[in-house]
């Protein structure tokens, strides 16, 4: 109960800060929109397997950007701070899940803004959003963590790529697999194993996050 | 002698497996043919890489609680000999593959997450680097190394299982065990597998104790 308490904070205090400057989703978003211009000015038109990895491939440079930010945006003496008023699981377990909130809008939008530039028949758009939303949730779990160890490490982009990029590809190659499978029209009843890993992977992902976070915070 | 015996039962399996791997019956197969001797040679390396990696992981824990260097240096070692045993998979199992399959890297699963796995492996190296402070950097690195293992669990060993895949045990394929029906290649398979175990552990050890006396050359220095 504790716990949550910290953590429902935390998380207010995240959308506050954001809300007042705006200036990490706004970026981000312009971010997208922007790489899906250059990429319609750069194909024009795309055969269905393209299209799906190219849209992968824009939300994966996305939400690393979005998310390498959110242990560096706040200054050193403040996290100080926050972790003598809070415990270092609900401070990692905050950042999850606001990076998850931040990460399902982006997608949403993201996906939005590709689907009308880029015209392309879908066979199950229902099952392509899911696709989405869990990937963005999934993205946030996995690039939360290694954000916080970059963050220790002196914090440079190369290392989060380089640290974040061999451990994403399972979940990206599920994801791909997926939605794929939605481009083409299946139902729901066929992905429910890949589903399956999918949130297998999410759920390991942050169990392994809560008990590993205390010993990364500490200097 | 007393306690290396383990060291002399390694390279008396390893010497075993290559000359009865190379001598005895093996079931007559349409396309692996010979090559079929491969087994003995390509499956031990993943075992030993496993071992090794799995090794590495219960130090890096055994690091987080109690900060003593030597738990860092052996997860380190167990990870640079592992990613050797890593690459050795690989190119046995291109040279295989080139005979089987036809071509050194086809597009297969397999080939591909194991390819991948040994990347999350060389980025653990080079976040290493980019720590100075030994303290922070053992803390660091320990913590990436139990984040990645159940990633590549998942990636080698999970993922290609439901994958189309042209590599045996893979996509539905059955595996060679399938074949030897007199557990003929299982008595060789098994103690190459320990044997190559073994070596990679020897090896592990002495990279260990030289590294320990660099460490404590430069702390009394």
Redesign the interface.
Known sequence: MHLLKEVKSLIHKDIVLEWRSKYAINGVILYVVSTVFVCYQAFKSLDTTTWNALFWIILLFASVNAINKSFVQESRSRQLYYYTLASARAIILSKIVYNMLMMVMLSSIAYLVYAVIFENPLGNPLLYLVTVILGGIGFASLFTMVSGIAAKAGNNSTLMAILSFPIIIPMLLVLIKVSKNAMDGLSCSINYGELLVLVAINVITVTISLLLFPYLWRD | MKKNWWKFLGLALIFYSIVWGLLGPVPALAIVNETIRNVYFHVPMWFAMLTLYLISVVYSIKY?SSNNTDHDLVAVESINVGIVFCLLGLLTGMIWANFTWGAAWPND?KTN?SA??T??YL?YL??RN??EEEQ?RA??S???N???F??MI??MY??PK??DSLHPGAGGNSGFGDFDLDGSMKAVLYPAALGWILIGIWLMTLRFRMRKFEYENDTVS
């Open positions: 987080l699963p997450g991948i796995a990347l999350m980025a080079v976040l980019a720590l922070k803390r660091i320990a913590v990436y139990i984040f990645a159940p990633i998942v990636l999970i993922l439901n994958t």
